[in-house]
């Protein structure tokens, strides 16, 4: 669980590293490039990279190296289809763009105007938020994450719905926080106004007249193409292992576009010529200077001591902005399962590069990106890659010194308040989605989207996660720092679990719901009836759709969840049950309401 953020959120190379003195000749920039860039590989372990360079109305460079599919040693080109990430996200952006330019959408008009059935988590948001505060990053809400990734979902409307139960970690506008649900908000917008899926509006007004057939929405079509990229991570430093592609297509605003170099290059050009290509506008120049703009700062990103020249953090549409050595820069980086991106220009400089990767979480973008705009922008170059090699041999020593200081806060010889086959069940949270916790084997596993973890107990009723690898099976190295905490309720049974997968809040609660068991209808007819607790008292259970309910004067009908044993839970009263007592013959004789202040029972009236 540990390496998530690290696979969804790019970081910027380029400002940690102070320059070195050596300089390219400027009518030869690229000489001696291949063997620079085929180091970058093999250094970093990574299986192969495509990259482009555009000058104005040049491609200076489209080539591939290294391997789209490291198994078979199939080359890449600057054809091969690569997931580009969070790249994607200045393309959903841009839609918002087109729609401003139609008159159908302000960009400062309050979002839930365009999209009534978006609620969030408190009233300031909904009563405020714009549509410029989503693209922004501004609202207040930090990733939440997991929600999607961790959750996975096949509909959109699901996920909009989520964001109801996601807490904010600030005001509206206190703090840049990065968001992908946002961006979900914004394809869902293009869907409400353009009347068309956001795939076919990014295709119909930005792919289709930039000539970008070969870039489409999802790893389901890159994992059946023959060119496509292959991902991969680094396992223990050295080993390249594949990586299953893992769709995301649900959050397809946020990340899931397929594209290539080649494709990419005219994207850059749209934006190193204002909104414009083949002298055709294909976004508005209004919006080019907006998105390219510091709509949001950051950070303070002062320059510092070392790096006096690599200063200011700020965000516009989709897109970062800073200043590199005195050229004012413009990017985004994407990283998802197996993939890495980055795409960057320098609008005063009339310069693009791009750098796509089939390694997970990848430092090479940055890298690589940083070397070709040293040599392009005839500065002085660092040895970025040096840098780079250097700060993870110290990040390890620095590791393996801090674990030898780590002491244990275990509680020894301290059990479980209920047997482990008592945890057992459903816990759901409405704003992530349902975890399910087994008993399997005496042992409690937990597994929800593509985690299938074993659980080891720490002390009282906290365990601890381990990895179970499909190859690999149960990887202890992986000493996951999160913590499963199961909770009590008044009646002394478990009701919930406590999981921090939001690293900003508090740990959010799951609410336990016992597993259903399969009755027919024959069967629970048997427990229809009047059954009274004392005269003029009196609980009635029926039949409804083949479904059991019980219902008591003055409250509301109860759905009932089979639960084994002749005992049913009540669907929307955690904590709550009935169980019915039964003759020799099979019949119920009295009912049971089982409930944190006590138990309750009920005779059946003959």
């Given at each position: 669980?540990?390496?998530?953020?690290?696979?969804?959120?790019?970081?910027?190379?380029?400002?940690?590293?102070?320059?070195?003195?050596?300089?390219?000749?400027?009518?030869?920039?690229?000489?001696?490039?291949?063997?620079?860039?085929?180091?970058?590989?093999?250094?970093?372990?990574?299986?192969?990279?495509?990259?482009?360079?555009?000058?104005?109305?040049?491609?200076?460079?489209?080539?591939?190296?290294?391997?789209s599919?490291?198994?078979?040693?199939?080359?890449?080109?600057d054809?091969?289809?690569?997931?580009?990430?969070?790249?994607?996200k200045?393309f959903?952006?841009a839609?918002m763009?087109?729609?401003?330019?139609?008159?159908?959408l302000?960009?400062?008009?309050?979002v839930?105007?365009?999209?009534?059935?978006?609620?969030f988590?408190?009233?300031?948001?909904?009563?405020?938020?714009?549509?410029?505060?989503?693209?922004?990053?501004?609202t207040?809400?930090?990733?939440?994450?997991?929600s999607?990734?961790g959750?996975?979902?096949?509909?959109?409307?699901?996920?909009?719905?989520?964001?109801?139960?996601?807490?904010?970690?600030?005001?509206?506008?206190?703090?840049?926080?990065?968001?992908?649900?946002?961006?979900?908000?914004?394809?869902?917008?293009?869907?409400?106004?353009?009347?068309k899926?956001?795939?076919?509006?990014?295709?119909n007004?930005?792919?289709?007249?930039?000539?970008?057939?070969?870039?489409?929405?999802?790893?389901?079509?890159?994992?059946?193409?023959?060119k496509?990229?292959?991902?991969?991570?680094?396992?223990?430093?050295?080993?390249?292992?594949?990586?299953?592609?893992?769709?995301?297509?649900?959050?397809?605003?946020?990340?899931?576009?397929?594209?290539?170099?080649?494709?990419?290059?005219?994207?850059?050009?749209?934006?190193?010529?204002?909104?414009?290509?083949?002298?055709?506008?294909?976004?508005?120049?209004?919006?080019?200077?907006?998105?390219?703009?510091?709509?949001?700062i950051?950070?303070?990103?002062?320059?510092?001591k070392?790096?006096?020249e690599?200063?200011?953090?700020?965000?516009?549409?989709?897109?970062?902005?800073?200043?590199?050595?005195g050229h004012?820069?413009?990017?985004?980086?994407?990283?998802?399962?197996?993939?890495?991106?980055?795409?960057?220009?320098?609008?005063?400089?009339?310069?693009?590069?791009?750098v796509?990767?089939?390694?997970n979480?990848?430092?090479?973008?940055?890298?690589?990106?940083?070397?070709?705009?040293?040599?392009?922008l005839?500065l002085?170059?660092?040895?970025?890659?040096?840098?780079?090699?250097?700060?993870?041999k110290k990040?390890k020593?620095s590791?393996?010194?801090?674990?030898?200081?780590?002491?244990?806060?275990?509680?020894?010889?301290?059990?479980?308040?209920?047997?482990?086959?008592?945890?057992?069940?459903?816990?759901?949270h409405?704003?992530?989605?349902?975890?399910?916790?087994a008993?399997?084997?005496?042992?409690l596993?937990?597994?929800?989207?593509?985690?299938?973890?074993?659980?080891?107990?720490?002390?009282?009723?906290?365990?601890?996660?381990?990895?179970?690898?499909?190859?690999?099976?149960?990887?202890?190295?992986?000493?996951s720092?999160a913590r499963?905490?199961?909770t009590?309720?008044?009646?002394?049974?478990?009701?919930?679990?406590?999981?921090?997968?939001?690293?900003?809040?508090?740990?959010?609660?799951?609410?336990?719901?016992?597993?259903?068991?399969?009755?027919?209808?024959?069967?629970?007819k048997k427990?229809?009836?009047?059954?009274?607790?004392a005269?003029?008292?009196?609980?009635?259970?029926?039949?409804?759709?083949?479904?059991?309910f019980?219902?008591?004067?003055?409250?509301?009908?109860?759905?009932?969840?089979?639960?084994?044993?002749?005992?049913?839970a009540?669907?929307?009263?955690?904590?709550?049950?009935?169980?019915?007592?039964?003759d020799?013959?099979?019949?119920?004789?009295?009912?049971?309401?089982?409930?944190?202040?006590?138990?309750?029972?009920?005779?059946?009236?003959?």
């Amino acid at each position: 669980m540990r390496h998530l953020l690290i696979l969804l959120f790019s970081l910027t190379v380029g400002t940690s590293i102070a320059q070195k003195k050596k300089t390219v000749t400027p009518n030869q920039p690229l000489q001696g490039i291949d063997t620079t860039l085929e180091r970058v590989l093999l250094e970093l372990k990574a299986p192969g990279m495509a990259v482009a360079i555009v000058h104005k109305n040049q491609i200076v460079l489209s080539k591939g190296y290294g391997y789209s599919d490291w198994e078979n040693k199939i080359p890449v080109t600057d054809e091969t289809p690569f997931a580009i990430g969070s790249c994607t996200k200045a393309f959903t952006a841009a839609l918002m763009g087109v729609l401003d330019k139609e008159g159908k959408l302000k960009l400062d008009e309050k979002v839930r105007k365009y999209l009534p059935e978006l609620t969030f988590f408190n009233d300031e948001m909904n009563q405020y938020t714009t549509v410029r505060d989503v693209i922004t990053h501004r609202t207040g809400l930090p990733r939440h994450d997991y929600s999607w990734y961790g959750f996975p979902s096949k509909s959109r409307d699901s996920l909009l719905k989520r964001i109801q139960y996601q807490e904010p970690t600030f005001g509206l506008r206190q703090r840049w926080q990065y968001n992908n649900f946002m961006y979900l908000v914004q394809g869902m917008i293009s869907e409400k106004l353009m009347g068309k899926s956001w795939e076919e509006n990014v295709k119909n007004n930005l792919l289709d007249p930039l000539n970008m057939k070969q870039t489409y929405f999802s790893v389901n079509t890159l994992s059946k193409d023959p060119k496509g990229a292959r991902g991969y991570q680094v396992w223990k430093d050295s080993i390249i292992e594949k990586m299953p592609y893992y769709d995301i297509d649900a959050m397809g605003p946020a990340g899931s576009i397929i594209s290539n170099v080649k494709d990419l290059s005219n994207w850059l050009q749209l934006w190193i010529y204002a909104g414009k290509w083949n002298d055709k506008e294909v976004l508005p120049t209004t919006y080019i200077q907006e998105a390219i703009s510091a709509q949001s700062i950051i950070s303070a990103g002062l320059p510092g001591k070392e790096k006096p020249e690599l200063h200011f953090s700020t965000y516009g549409f989709g897109w970062f902005m800073s200043s590199y050595k005195g050229h004012y820069r413009v990017e985004h980086g994407g990283n998802i399962d197996g993939f890495s991106a980055n795409i960057a220009f320098f609008p005063s400089d009339s310069l693009g590069i791009i750098v796509l990767t089939n390694q997970n979480g990848s430092s090479v973008n940055n890298i690589v990106r940083n070397i070709l705009a040293d040599r392009m922008l005839g500065l002085k170059q660092h040895d970025w890659l040096g840098e780079k090699l250097e700060a993870d041999k110290k990040a390890k020593e620095s590791a393996k010194a801090v674990q030898s200081t780590i002491s244990s806060n275990k509680k020894e010889r301290t059990t479980t308040s209920h047997p482990l086959s008592a945890f057992d069940g459903l816990y759901s949270h409405p704003g992530y989605g349902t975890i399910d916790v087994a008993f399997r084997n005496d042992s409690l596993h937990i597994s929800f989207g593509k985690h299938n973890d074993w659980l080891k107990h720490v002390h009282y009723n906290i365990f601890q996660p381990f990895t179970k690898h499909p190859t690999r099976g149960i990887d202890t190295a992986e000493n996951s720092p999160a913590r499963v905490h199961f909770t009590m309720n008044d009646a002394g049974d478990i009701d919930g679990l406590m999981l921090q997968l939001e690293p900003t809040l508090e740990a959010l609660k799951w609410k336990r719901q016992l597993r259903a068991v399969a009755i027919s209808a024959d069967n629970l007819k048997k427990y229809e009836g009047i059954y009274e607790f004392a005269p003029g008292a009196e609980a009635k259970f029926y039949l409804k759709n083949n479904i059991l309910f019980a219902f008591i004067a003055g409250q509301p009908e109860y759905e009932l969840v089979p639960s084994g044993n002749n005992k049913f839970a009540l669907k929307v009263l955690n904590g709550f049950y009935t169980e019915f007592e039964m003759d020799k013959e099979g019949n119920p004789t009295s009912v049971s309401f089982i409930q944190p202040n006590g138990t309750f029972k009920a005779k059946k009236k003959k």
